[in-house]
């Protein structure tokens, strides 16, 4: 049986480099000369040693794992049940100093401190508990050698290393898991596209991310960061990162989360770049300003070193010029603003004037119908006629179809003769209105009743079913019943016998027919609905505050704004990731049974390939060869592009018509150099724009409607899990005040019935609480399970970190101050995009805090953690999985 000196200095040779648990303390004394531990000393250390092993004070807490709080009384509870066992064993008087000894000089100051903290909230917050399991990761040694002390005295033998951790079993099949290779790229059976196609874009996509490579890898060799460049070449996997919509939201707070990559040397590692809408407006940022030259003496990339993220006198000169923009929409003097005024105006006329036209040519059509046509005492015999061939079909037409090659003319012939009986009774309505009605205002008031139900369904929003039935039945008749009125007028003014003073006897049917063959030639032909809708405003502005480059001749003057990059020269120096620009394709009425739920399909610029799978993928140089305004500039408008009359799946069909009427029109028609005809083609004219208020847009014609990305998919990560990319970060800074994922959701949909891909991931951490109303994380970390192909060697899985715009009450004083000024902080509307130079701080900020806590100790190791360290991707997403996955048992 070993003595009590024996089992002492056992425990603390185990631990070398460790503090002593009873240097020079008055129990370490005694055990010298004390004999070897009685038979109730043993049975006291066993009970206590039963409550140690038992309790979080010596098992592994894994991040987002346990409660804190709960932790903390685990450890609180050790004193209680020590004071219990020692009461039953009074004969323990030695054990009984060893163990206060260690409870009041290493475990007390633990929980005096967490116990006060806790009572003000400072657990609450996932990452805020970084400090408490911090402290408690430094507990754990310690009350570790004490549990072996009491094993020890409990079988009378010297501490002996106990055996592997289950959780470093469980690290050990994750570290095996996330070392599995997933060659990426889209797949030639699982990719939706066609395989020669699929092959074409993964070449191109292939050479721009080795060339990227390439650069970076001679960088970190020439600095001795890495040993080899096939090192890096090499990479069988992908990594992206993309950026969700939300406008100048989203994009400032994902601006903040990439300050904190880039200060780790994480974003030049990254191959693709997928931005849609707001996201859009930092990602072409960035594409803008590394496609540039770089100006003397400084260098251009994504390393912490590089501009346009290395600090000079302060801030950064290229974000402070995003902040000082922030307020894009509103930038200019007065002659600017009243050019973007006029210009909405003159767009809003002319589409006006679109409908007088087509209102003119049935109005011409009627008088000359009615000139030609029996007079209207003859339409009640072919009513009649009509009405009893109707009444008689019940008879006739059963015995039509019994007959196989008739059916379809049964059909046919019922649809007639039901249209017919209801053509008539409209052309003697509209005779009559001629004949009856003189007040021509009262042709505009017709409309009014269904215009009403259409304001007060926009406004309303949500209302009660039983309202909402008859103000959407009203407002379906609004668009037919303005045209109508319309005509009543232009109808009037032909058959007016008057003539104008200014061509003598020239009689107004004349006039009408010599408006409507010029106003065929200029609406039908000259016409461009691109021209009178306000995106070509939209991008400019857009371009002066983050399409910008730094000037070669001047390296410390002013940026250069609103630069043009071409999109098949994006990006061309390989200082950036691949640029992928989410855009949707509105083809509400495309006969394509996939589109009949969705309305719009997925479309995508980047510098290789433009196009949608509905559409097919065309070269992009092919695009920009017929249209001369198609540059970066153009694709982050469109992507951005979320007022419009077409929204894909939320297009709201009763206010399709009114938001183009009013020029709400920032989608864009884009000539498809994949349609089948060949020759020139003029401008999106007339007939687009009626396509668009009407709801009639497909991919048959030469030009495409293309608008916001959101309208279909607003997180961006879509075409990076069609390349099937093994890490991804996602920023969603979408408006989301409920925590309802609504992207994600939707993204979780489309790529299970599209790409067999599904994304498991659990939100609870991020869901605010009903108390507080504070999220307990501001990210999540998830398996995306890949289908396996033949080029898979084992299961295909890829990693996600999903960043959530979110607030867990641990941010800094000015954050929390600005939430007490701004409750709608961090979720303001999307429709503001007149940022304050304290919003916009704020949520930069909020980004680059939340990008900070991707890097807690807790998770990624004290190392990993700091500020200046160098980061590898597959290190970190490793880090991580080890922390908060669990192991595919």
Same mark, same amino acid.
């Given at each position: 049986? =070993? ?163 289950? +959780? ?30 699929? =092959? ?7 050479? +721009? ?50 300050? +904190? ?58 974000? &402070? ?94 649809? =007639? ?56 039945? +009203? ?37 009408? $027919? ?80 996939? $589109? ?125 899990? &069609? ?160 922390? $908060? ?5």
């Amino acid at each position: 049986m =070993a003595s009590w000196i024996e089992l002492l200095e056992a425990v603390d040779r185990a631990a070398q480099g460790e503090p002593h648990l009873f240097a020079a303390s008055p129990p370490l004394a005694r055990a010298r000369a004390a004999p070897s531990p009685t038979d109730e000393d043993r049975t006291a250390a066993g009970r206590l040693h039963i409550q140690c092993v038992s309790r979080i004070v010596t098992q592994r807490l894994p991040y987002a794992d346990g409660e804190e709080v709960a932790a903390l009384a685990s450890v609180y509870q050790l004193f209680k049940e020590a004071r219990t066992i020692f009461d039953a064993h009074p004969q323990c008087g030695l054990l009984n100093d060893l163990v206060w000894h260690v409870l009041n000089t290493r475990v007390r100051p633990f929980t005096a401190k967490w116990h006060r903290l806790s009572e003000r909230g400072a657990l609450a917050a996932l990452d805020a508990t970084d400090v408490f399991r911090d402290d408690l990761a430094r507990l754990q040694p310690i009350l570790a050698r004490l549990d072996a002390l009491l094993v020890a005295i409990r079988d009378g033998t010297p501490y002996a290393p106990p055996g592997a951790d289950p +959780a470093n079993s469980n690290e050990a099949d994750i570290t095996a898991e996330m070392g599995g290779s997933l060659p990426w790229g889209i797949d030639d059976k699982l990719g939706g596209l066609d395989a020669r196609m699929a =092959a074409d874009i993964n070449r191109q996509e292939r050479d +721009a991310i080795a060339l990227r490579r390439a650069v970076y890898a001679d960088r970190l060799r020439a600095d001795g960061r890495t040993a080899t460049q096939d090192d890096w070449t090499a990479r069988p996997h992908a990594a992206a990162l993309a950026i969700s919509g939300g406008g100048i939201r989203s994009a400032t707070f994902a601006l903040g989360v990439l300050v +904190a990559l880039a200060r780790r040397n994480l974003l030049f590692q990254f191959d693709y770049l997928s931005t849609v809408s707001g996201g859009g407006y930092i990602g072409s940022f960035l594409t803008t300003f590394l496609s540039g030259p770089a100006p003397d003496g400084a260098s251009l990339g994504l390393m912490r070193s590089d501009l346009p993220f290395q600090r000079e006198d302060g801030e950064a000169a290229a974000l &402070r010029h995003v902040r000082h923009h922030s307020k894009y929409l509103a930038t200019g003097g007065l002659a600017e603003r009243l050019r973007m005024a006029f210009a909405q105006v003159y767009g809003m006329a002319m589409n006006g004037l679109g409908i007088v036209y087509l209102a003119t040519i049935a109005a011409l059509v009627e008088y000359v119908l009615r000139l030609v046509l029996p007079p209207e005492s003859f339409w009640p015999i072919p009513l009649l006629v009509a009405g009893v061939a109707l009444l008689a079909t019940p008879f006739v037409l059963p015995q039509l179809a019994r007959r196989r090659n008739h059916r379809s003319a049964a059909d046919g012939l019922l649809l =007639a003769l039901c249209i017919i009986p209801i053509a008539l009774l409209a052309w003697q309505g509209l005779g009559w209105l001629h004949v009856n009605v003189e007040w021509q205002p009262l042709y505009l008031l017709i409309p009014l009743v269904p215009l009403l139900a259409s304001a007060l369904l926009a406004l309303a929003g949500r209302v009660a079913l039983p309202l909402r039935i008859p103000l959407m039945v +009203a407002s379906s008749v609004a668009v037919p019943l303005i045209f109508i009125g319309t005509e009543l007028i232009v109808y009037h003014h032909i058959r007016d016998e008057s003539v104008l003073p200014v061509l003598g006897s020239t009689s107004n049917i004349f006039i009408a $027919m010599v408006l409507a063959v010029v106003g065929f030639w200029l609406l039908c032909d000259l016409f461009d609905i691109n021209f009178t809708a306000p995106h070509r405003h939209y991008k400019k502005k857009l371009g002066e505050a983050y399409l910008v480059q730094p000037d070669s001749a001047e390296p410390l003057g002013p940026l250069r704004e609103n630069v043009s990059v071409a999109l098949s020269a994006c990006n061309d120096a390989g200082r950036g990731p691949y640029h992928l620009v989410n855009c949707a394709l509105n083809v509400p009425a495309s006969k394509q049974a996939r $589109m009949q739920g969705r309305l719009t399909d997925f479309f995508l610029f980047s510098r290789a390939f433009c196009g949608s799978p509905l559409t097919g993928y065309q070269p992009t140089q092919a695009w920009e060869r017929l249209d001369d305004d198609l540059d970066l500039g153009t694709a982050m408008a469109i992507s951005g592009a979320a007022a419009a009359a077409q929204m894909g799946t939320g297009t709201i069909r009763t206010l399709s018509f009114w938001l183009a009427l009013f020029n709400i029109r920032l989608g864009y028609w884009i000539r498809n150099p994949g349609h089948a005809r060949a020759g020139d083609v003029g401008p999106p004219g007339l007939s687009y724009l009626l396509q668009e208020m009407c709801g009639l847009a497909d991919e048959s014609r030469p030009h495409v409607n293309v608008s916001d990305g959101g309208h279909i998919e607003n997180l961006g990560v879509y075409e990076l899990l &069609r390349r099937r990319c093994k890490y991804i970060v996602a920023i969603d800074g979408e408006q989301d005040a409920q925590m309802t994922f609504h992207g994600l959701t939707t993204l979780q949909r489309l790529a299970a019935i599209d790409l067999g891909i599904t994304i498991d991931i659990g939100l609870d951490q991020l869901r605010p609480s009903k108390t507080s109303g504070l999220s307990h994380s501001h990210f999540a970390f998830c398996r995306i399970h890949y289908p396996r192909t033949t080029r898979d060697d084992g299961e295909s899985h890829g990693y996600l970190i999903y960043l959530k715009l979110s607030l867990t009450g641990n941010e800094g004083e000015f954050i929390r101050r600005y939430r007490l000024d701004e409750p709608n902080f961090p979720h303001h509307s999307t429709a503001n995009q007149f940022f304050t130079e304290a919003q916009f701080e704020a949520y930069r900020s909020l980004g680059e805090h939340v990008g900070d806590k991707l890097f807690l100790p807790a998770i990624v190791g004290p190392d990993m953690s700091q500020h200046s360290a160098d980061v590898r991707v597959e290190e970190w997403f490793l880090a991580i999985g080890k922390n $908060m996955l669990s192991p595919l048992r």
